[in-house]
């Protein structure tokens, strides 16, 4: 009888003991918890970012191709003087500020809408619908786009049917522009809707009865309280966009390269690794700051 | 409240958005039914043999298979080292969880081309060639955010005192574990386990930077598009992807929405 109880009866049996360490020594289990992801993160993705940032700094024999392990500053010299990589790298951050602002200004209404609107059944079935081509393939919704923007595709045919001249975008910028805003989208839709769902509603009234008009309220009590989903949203947006290189493959031009492409051909084609981390840094450096700034805001609370 | 006419924008802008949304994945669901292999609009029409002549297709199987295999152990470690910082980060303050909390986020929140240059560089650094393991290893460093995130927020809503009512009536620690809190987290594990499953099988940019001469699936459809060879196939493969990948996400709502 009591040897069947046992399994959950205070015994001297080894497991017990052991789980009464544990309880009275909680710095045991915790370590126990913390160790395995900690030595993942840091052996691997933080010794890697280390690895970039020092590779940056070294560079390639022209003859033999191979990495020469000498402290230089030569590739950061390149990246700040040479025109073409100044260019391409103002491209990038500059696209990417647009399609934050763009993906800003198209997902505020709905996540209003979905926050304060819309009753608990439509609710959840806009959330579903915004979260669904979040997920669904990224290479499967920029092809859709290849497809709609080139010549003979769906967007000059409907410009054809309304009797309107073809709009010839494939494969330039503004291809790029929509795609990218067009892919993120759902990223700013979901955190935005996350703070506005926060803000109490008597909040609204509050202000109302103070004789605020629905302008400033909006300008003083919910602009405020979203500005950490558009931050959270906007990291999404922005770093994602700096980051890409597909995109600009497969919907870009001739002159739509990336820093991604720069990077991607020459750790592929050209075997410069050390230019390719030094490059990199751009984006990363400038990522740093912005979540450094991010976290300060709170965006992280609604991620 | 809002007046009528802001409720009526609101109403038509979220309509608008959502067509917008959903316009490009409808119609490139018609295009795996197209007849010719010209990718025109309207589609020249219907056909379905484009179907059969894709799973023949030995790379495309090859791929998928890769693909799969790849996002089966990275979801494993995923959802172990994930599982295991949520723990931590929820049980105590101790020095470094917030390092912890934002060193997890990273590898999202940094553009895809660091993440994945970083680990190249890496490996290359350490004479590892490129192959199955190093794409695990990517997609896996990228997938215990999508765990952590599902589970530290279940964590949040379960009270610590329901594991400390079940030690006070004599449970040890496993058998807390295994009858308190595993079940109240099991639906948040299965949606994040679902979730980065779904991450790991789309995901091209880490993964051009890890796989080496390997395809997995994203990166045979990239490769097609780029070169525009077997559109008809590709048209096929992103019609199952997108069904497929719905699949997960649709379960992961639901198993969440329930509680």
Redesign the interface.
């Given at each position: 009888m009591s040897a069947a109880m046992d399994n959950s009866a205070v015994g001297p049996r080894p497991g017990n003991r052991l789980s009464a360490l544990f309880w009275r020594r909680p710095g045991l289990s915790l370590a126990g918890l913390v160790l395995p992801p900690v030595l993942w993160m840091v052996l691997i993705y933080i010794a890697a970012l280390a690895v970039l940032f020092v590779a940056a700094f070294w560079s390639v024999d022209d003859f033999t191709g191979e990495i020469v392990r000498k402290w230089t500053l030569a590739n950061f010299q390149e990246i700040v003087t040479s025109p073409t990589y100044r260019r391409i790298a103002f491209r990038t951050i500059g696209m990417a500020a647009l399609v934050t602002l763009t993906d800003a200004v198209l997902a505020f209404p709905v996540a209003y809408f979905m926050a304060r609107v819309a009753g608990p059944r439509l609710r959840l079935a806009l959330i579903t619908a915004v979260v669904l081509p979040l997920w669904s393939s990224y290479l499967a919704r920029v092809y859709a786009w290849r497809l709609i923007l080139s010549h003979d595709g769906a967007l000059n045919w409907g410009l054809k049917a309304l009797g309107l001249p073809p709009a010839d975008i494939g494969y330039t910028n503004v291809a790029m522009w929509i795609v990218f805003s067009y892919i993120w989208l759902p990223f700013m839709i979901m955190p935005v809707y996350a703070a506005l769902e926060r803000i109490p509603r008597n909040y609204f009234e509050a202000s109302q009865d103070l004789g605020a008009r629905g302008g400033r309220t909006f300008l003083k009590v919910v602009l405020p309280l979203a500005m950490p989903g558009l931050v959270a949203g906007s990291i999404f947006s922005f770093s994602l966009t700096l980051g890409d290189y597909i995109t600009p493959v497969l919907v870009g031009g001739p002159g739509s390269d990336f820093i991604g492409n720069v990077v991607y051909s020459n750790v592929g084609v050209a075997n410069n690794i050390p230019f390719a981390a030094a490059y990199a840094t751009v984006p990363l450096v400038l990522m740093a700051g912005y979540l450094w700034l991010a976290r300060r805001i709170g965006a992280f609370d609604v991620m | 409240?809002?007046?009528i006419s802001?409720?009526i924008?609101?109403?038509l802008?979220?309509i608008l958005?959502?067509a917008?949304?959903?316009g490009?994945?409808l119609?490139?669901a018609v295009?795996a039914f197209n007849v010719s292999n010209v990718?025109?609009?309207?589609i020249a029409g219907l056909t379905l043999k484009w179907f059969p002549k894709t799973w023949a297709n030995q790379e495309v199987r090859t791929a998928l298979w890769l693909s799969i295999r790849a996002g089966l152990l990275a979801t494993t470690?995923a959802v172990?080292?994930?599982t295991?910082?949520a723990?931590?980060v929820n049980?105590?303050r101790?020095r470094?969880r917030e390092a912890?909390s934002?060193?997890?986020?990273?590898?999202i929140?940094?553009?895809?081309?660091?993440?994945g240059?970083?680990?190249?560089?890496?490996f290359?650094?350490w004479h590892i060639p490129l192959s199955y393991w190093t794409i695990v290893?990517g997609h896996?460093?990228f997938c215990?955010v999508i765990v952590y995130?599902n589970v530290l927020a279940r964590l949040r809503r379960v009270p610590g005192s329901l594991a400390e009512a079940s030690?006070d009536l004599?449970?040890?620690?496993?058998?807390?574990f295994q009858r308190v809190t595993f079940p109240a987290i099991s639906t948040a594990l299965i949606a994040g386990a679902l979730?980065a499953f779904?991450?790991s099988f789309?995901e091209?940019?880490v993964t051009?930077?890890t796989a080496g001469a390997q395809n997995t699936l994203?990166l045979w459809?990239?490769g097609a598009?780029?070169l525009g060879q077997e559109l008809p196939e590709?048209n096929v493969i992103?019609?199952a992807?997108?069904v497929v990948?719905?699949v997960p996400?649709?379960l992961a709502?639901r198993v969440t929405?329930d509680r």
């Open positions: - | 409240m809002e007046s802001t409720r924008f609101l109403a802008w979220t958005v959502i917008f949304l959903f490009p994945i119609l490139i295009y990718q025109s609009w309207p470690i172990v080292l994930g295991f910082a723990f931590a049980r105590a101790w470094g912890l934002f060193a997890v986020v990273l590898p929140a940094l553009p895809g081309i660091i993440t240059m970083a680990l190249n560089s890496f290359v650094f290893i896996a460093t215990i995130n030690m004599g449970a040890g620690a496993w058998m807390t979730l779904a991450l789309d091209v940019i051009t930077f994203p459809i990239f598009i780029r590709v992103v019609l992807v997108l990948t719905a996400v649709f709502y929405q």
